[in-house]
Structures are given as structure tokens and as C-alpha cells.
């Protein structure tokens, strides 16, 4: 029979293991839900060909996938770091809500203070065409004074000279349909326009077969950052982009066009090390 001075050591020992677990699981629970509540302000600048002199400078608040989060009452956390960068113009790269969104409060909340702060321009996402709600959300944006960049393009200027700013329609949106479709509609659209073109378009992975070259500067989201990211490797996971994407934070190259690719701010699974973002974008003149 062993002795109750030899149990009593296994009981503690067993207990302190318990215990470390139990401490260690609510240490790993907290910084998720902290890495995925909490926003991180990025600034970004980004040296954008042809960009006229008197653009030097021009800030764009670049918000991507909100997925009917709210960040603060009101979304007041995320307008107050947009309020606090005093952005030019603040671009929006779709997914405002989800698939299945059935109620637009969070993105009314957010929308109605954005448009006090700066000029708003939209592309739709994957998520709003697949959302039979979506011409009520078109409608509220365009009552509310956000201008819609649906296949087309709105000049912006600046005493003589002037940027253009185009978007896409997103290729799950009913009438588009395709790739070839996507590529057909930005080419038509640079047909129409001359000088530096700012292109907001929300998938990244279409950069080399669709934007590059046709654009200097490409504002997208859709990757969420690679979902999970890896110390060393980055973003795990994407859509459209399959397992360790290529496109999913920061600035990319391709020939003459750069791509900013937002992390966004939500999604529809739990964030791992890839808090939700905000980028603030400087543009400055390449040499």
C-alpha cells in the first residue's frame, strides 16, 4: 500500500498543472478576443507614378471589410482614428456587411459619421452581391452621399491637375460574371481616362491578370490579412488566394502598379495574430 505522504505530492502536482492550464487558456483566450476587437491604425506611404505635384501628400483613410462589425458605440473608435488621421478621402473596398446581413445599423453608424469627415467612394464585395439585400445598401449609400464606383470613374482635382478615381463591380454581382468580364470593364474605363488612375477593386488576386499596368495605385481587401498569420510566413489563408496567399497586407509591385492590400477590419472567422485594420495612406510622386 503506498504511503499518503508519496499521494499528496501527485494530488499538488496534478492540481498545479491544472491550475497553469486553466491560467494559460485564459492568457491565449484574452489576447484573441483582444486581437480581434481591438483596432490597429497602419500608416502607409506609398510613392504612386504619374501623381501629379499638387496631389503630394493626399491622404486616403483605406477601410476594408467591416463585415457588420462595430468598433466602440456608434463605431466611434473606428470614426475617431479616421477623424484623427484627417484624411482626403476615405475609400471604401467593400464587404461592408455579410452575406447573410439582414440589418444595416452597423453600417449605417459608420457611413453616416464617415461622410462628415471626408469625401466617401465604395466598391461593392463579394459579400454585398451575394447579399439578396444589396440594392438597399446601395440606395442608403448613395442617399447618404457616398460616391459609388460601380464600373466607372469620378475625377478629382486639384487646382489644373487632377486624379482619376476608378472601381470595379465585384465579379460575383449579378451581369458580370467572370474574370474576362472584370478585365473588359477596367479596360474600358482607361480607354475613357488619361493620367494617374487610382483603382478601389476588392479582390487582390487579381493583380497580375487584371490590374496591373492599367492602374498606378490599387486599393483592395478581401484577404483578411491571411486569416492566421505566421511569424516569418504570413497570412495562411485567403479566398481566391487558397493556402499561404501571395496578396494579403501591405504594398506589392507589379510592373508600374502598386497594390494596397487592407487586412480589413472583420470577417467571418476569429483572427489569429492579425488585429483588425485601418491603413492610412500618404501618396507622394515617384521620381
Not at 16 to 36: C, D, K
Amino acid at each position: 500500500m503506498k504511503s499518503t505522504s508519496t499521494k499528496k505530492p501527485k494530488r499538488r502536482l496534478r492540481r498545479g498543472l491544472l491550475y497553469l492550464s486553466a491560467f494559460l487558456l485564459a492568457i491565449l483566450t484574452g489576447w484573441l478576443i483582444w486581437g480581434n476587437r481591438t483596432l490597429e491604425v497602419t500608416e502607409l506611404s506609398v510613392p504612386v507614378k504619374k501623381l501629379p505635384t499638387s496631389f503630394e501628400g493626399l491622404r486616403i483613410a483605406h477601410v476594408s471589410d467591416l463585415h457588420s462589425r462595430r468598433f466602440g458605440k456608434e463605431q466611434a473608435t473606428l470614426l475617431s482614428a479616421i477623424e484623427e488621421a484627417k484624411p482626403d478621402l476615405i475609400a471604401l473596398t467593400g464587404d461592408l456587411m455579410d452575406y447573410d446581413t439582414d440589418d444595416l445599423t452597423e453600417v449605417r453608424e459608420f457611413v453616416e459619421g464617415a461622410v462628415k469627415i471626408a469625401p466617401v467612394y465604395y466598391v461593392m464585395g463579394n459579400h454585398e452581391a451575394a447579399n439578396p439585400i444589396y440594392q438597399d445598401l446601395f440606395d442608403y449609400l448613395e442617399q447618404a452621399g457616398v460616391v459609388l464606383l460601380f464600373d466607372c470613374a469620378e475625377t478629382i482635382t486639384r487646382g489644373k491637375e487632377s486624379v482619376t478615381l476608378l472601381g470595379l463591380s465585384d465579379r460575383d454581382m449579378p451581369g458580370v460574371g467572370s474574370e474576362e468580364a472584370v478585365l473588359e470593364r477596367l479596360e474600358a474605363l482607361c480607354s475613357e481616362t488619361e493620367g494617374c488612375k487610382i483603382l478601389l477593386s476588392h479582390r487582390p488576386e487579381l493583380m497580375e491578370s487584371v490590374y496591373a499596368g492599367r492602374a498606378e495605385l490599387v486599393l483592395s481587401g478581401h484577404a483578411h490579412g491571411g486569416q492566421i498569420r505566421l511569424p516569418f510566413i504570413g497570412g495562411l489563408f485567403a479566398p481566391g488566394q487558397g493556402l499561404f496567399p501571395k496578396y494579403t497586407s501591405g504594398l506589392y509591385t507589379c510592373g508600374d502598379t502598386q497594390m494596397v492590400v487592407s487586412r480589413g477590419l472583420g470577417g467571418p472567422a476569429p483572427r489569429v495574430n492579425n488585429r483588425p485594420q485601418l491603413l492610412i495612406l500618404t501618396l507622394s510622386c515617384e521620381q
